[in-house]
């Protein structure tokens, strides 16, 4: 089976928009979860409500894959899966290695949906040298020293980084060095790459921050109609005085006077 470093996917250079290339895995999700309730085909509002785009994006989307689907029909369920899933390079193995085994690190190590989604986890990596050699997820933890031969012995080109902040930048350099050239960064902290090696950035705390300001703007709505009253009336000569102030632009007076 080919690796990840012989075969890298065809997107950019077939003129997929980057924005198109970050759904494809959405719609395969919920293809696959089609899939395996054996549903045959598909309309692109139920995939499109499904994966929770607008079927307008989702038929733009598929264009740019030769796909346009049946009238009346939709689409097959068990083609597109194949279709996207070639697109995203998941039809062939793709070795991963995880540097860091701490806690995350050992949760990403038995997250399961790695294999069935064409990653296998070659090795994990730690710089502790009381984790060598134990296993997690059936896995020996190998040390930080050995790390530029075991990218070389799996032919690893897509590498995760788990490790503190400090660590990470060093970790991505010599994972960059060895040949890797696309990473997985859960450390908080921003890592400066090379042209021609693609980072993605997983932070769960800026989600968490993200979430926290949408809860306590919903708060201050909820605070805001609680407490809201109609304002008391203007006195009756102020408001004669001010009614052509007050009116809009068509000459009709808002219904709630300006406070």
Not at 145 to 172: F, H, M, R, W, Y
Not at 185 to 203: E, H, I, M, Q, W
């Amino acid at each position: 089976m080919a690796t990840g470093r012989t075969h890298r996917p065809a997107t950019r250079s077939r003129g997929i928009p980057e924005a198109t290339v970050a759904r494809l895995p959405l719609y395969l999700r919920a293809l696959t979860a089609l899939s395996e309730r054996s549903v045959p085909t598909v309309s692109s509002e139920e995939l499109a409500a499904a994966a929770g785009v607008n079927s307008a994006k989702l038929r733009k989307d598929f264009s740019y894959l030769g796909s346009y689907g049946t009238r009346g029909v939709g689409y097959d369920v068990e083609y597109l899966v194949y279709q996207i899933s070639r697109e995203l390079g998941l039809t062939q193995d793709w070795p991963v290695v995880i540097v860091g085994i701490g806690n995350l690190g050992a949760a990403l190590a038995n997250y399961g949906g790695f294999a069935s989604r064409g990653f296998r986890v070659a090795a994990l990596i730690d710089a502790d040298p009381a984790m060598a050699g134990k296993p997690v997820a059936g896995i020996p933890v190998q040390h930080t020293d050995d790390l530029e031969k075991i990218i070389k012995d799996n032919g690893v080109s897509i590498g995760v980084i788990a490790t503190p902040a400090g660590a990470a930048q060093q970790v991505c350099d010599r994972l960059v060095a060895a040949g890797v050239t696309s990473i997985l960064n859960f450390a908080p902290t921003v890592l400066s790459v090379p042209d021609g090696v693609d980072v993605r950035k997983v932070d769960l705390s800026i989600e968490l921050q993200i979430l926290a300001f949408h809860e306590q703007r919903k708060a201050g709505e909820e605070t805001a109609a609680g407490d809201g009253a109609l304002p008391a009336a203007a006195p009756r000569g102020a408001a004669a005085a001010d009614s052509s102030a007050d009116q809009g632009p068509d000459g009709d007076v808002p219904a709630v006077m300006p406070a």
